[in-house]
């Protein structure tokens, strides 16, 4: 199994609810990656866990909660969000071989704020 | 600050014909990451260039590093349409942290 999985693929909520991100490998990799990417623009890191716990946040607001449950799963727990929050959400997982780190992609969430 | 920078940010170019995207980075990093996406797809990993001199090929893409200049290059050889996508860099100065760059959009017309 060499893949990172995203549910759900596409998501539309009010600026209201509550919502999460769900993230899942079965690679046996110890970290793992929240990125959000608006159109044409690369990715930006939010958060990183390592050896699930968080350890980077790159000064993402409260209003985005991430949760690492166990080494497989990642969550992104979404409340009271903005328009422009809208955007692709991806995550990732990366194992380091020899020093080197190599990075795998999930498919993404379409996440749409209304 | 941390600056990832590709040149150009957009590129069309004809079917058959040869070209090279630029990435130059601002820290020190002896690793660079290519990566490609297809429009509302995710990151497909391209290459992982692990030291300065390093040279990888895959089909009609050379990627190469100059870790003195701070700089990879992506060469494209007689573009084909299905090269049509978005080309990240990346590096890794510290730890786990990726760092992208601004993306180049290549657009292969007949």
């Known amino acids: 199994d060499t893949e990172v999985t995203q549910t759900p693929k596409h998501l539309v909520m009010g600026m209201t609810n509550k919502k999460s991100l769900k993230c899942e490998q079965h690679?046996?990799?110890?970290?793992m990656y929240w990125y959000k990417q608006k159109a044409k623009k690369p990715p930006e890191l939010m958060f990183v866990y390592s050896y699930e716990k968080l350890s980077i946040n790159e000064s993402v607001p409260s209003r985005f909660s991430p949760e690492c449950p166990n080494s497989s799963l990642l969550n992104l727990h979404l409340h009271a969000l903005q328009p422009e929050d809208s955007a692709l959400y991806l995550c990732a997982s990366s194992l380091r071989l020899a020093g080197v780190y190599e990075q795998y992609f999930g498919p993404g969430t379409r996440l749409t704020v209304t | 600050e941390l600056k990832v920078e590709q040149n150009p940010l957009f590129l069309s170019m004809q079917e058959g014909k040869n070209y090279t995207i630029y990435c130059n980075y601002s820290?020190?990093?002896?690793?660079l990451y290519w990566y490609r996406q297809d429009p509302g797809k995710s990151l497909e990993s391209l290459f992982v260039?692990?030291?300065?001199?390093a040279v990888k090929q895959e089909g009609r893409l050379m990627a190469s590093l100059d870790t003195k200049a701070r700089l990879s290059t992506l060469h494209i050889t007689a573009a084909v349409h299905d090269l049509s996508a978005t080309y990240f860099c990346a590096v890794v100065p510290t730890g786990n942290q990726f760092y992208f760059g601004t993306g180049t959009s290549l657009t292969v017309i007949p």
């Open positions: 260039l692990l030291s300065n001199g």
């Open positions: 690679m046996g990799h110890r970290a």
């Open positions: 820290t020190t990093s002896d690793r």
